[in-house]
């Protein structure tokens, strides 16, 4: 019997570790959510998702507050080998595109900078449990690679999801 051809339709929120670079280089926590659709068969399936996350910091030297906005969108492609018929290790790889824009505000200026897109790699992992076959609750870690030889600079997203399987 051949593997169904699966439409899944998910909301995606998460917590994520991102890279920031100003007043100097540093991580923050923030949450995101988004969405996901992904089209395929169980082994191989194409992946699209949109996520958005903002982010406050306040610098008391300098006086320095920061703001960003991240719109992002991220394409590749995924695979559910399965455990068991409720059970998978979702694995998944791509590439996402940032929007950012980036505002500063100091006490004798304001700034608003719209960066140009970034592209980076991701490869992620989780955990899959399908309830009444026709949904399927998630949780997962990704990392988003913004320089192979440098660790530090890299992103880290963990991940909930709840996916409605249509066949």
Not at 66 to 74: A, G, L, P, Y
Not at 138 to 143: D, F, K, L
């Amino acid at each position: 019997m051949a593997a169904p051809l699966l439409l899944y339709l998910e909301p995606v929120i998460g917590y994520e570790w991102a890279l920031k670079t100003v007043p100097g280089r540093h991580h923050v926590r923030r949450p995101y959510y988004g969405g996901r659709l992904t089209f395929g068969f169980p082994v191989f399936a194409l992946e699209t998702e949109f996520t958005h996350a903002d982010d406050e910091e306040f610098f008391p030297a300098p006086e320095l507050h920061t703001m960003d906005n991240d719109n992002r969108i991220s394409i590749g492609l995924k695979s559910e080998p399965r455990l068991s018929r409720f059970f998978a290790i979702p694995i998944r790889a791509g590439a996402r595109g940032v929007m950012n824009t980036h505002e500063e505000t100091r006490p004798d200026s304001k700034c608003k900078i719209r960066r140009p897109i970034k592209f980076s790699p991701y490869i992620g992992t989780g955990f899959s449990i399908t309830i009444l076959n026709k949904v399927v609750l998630s949780v997962g870690a990704t990392v988003i690679i913004n320089k192979f030889m440098d660790l530090s600079k890299n992103e880290y997203q963990l991940m909930t999801s709840m996916a409605l399987k249509f066949y």
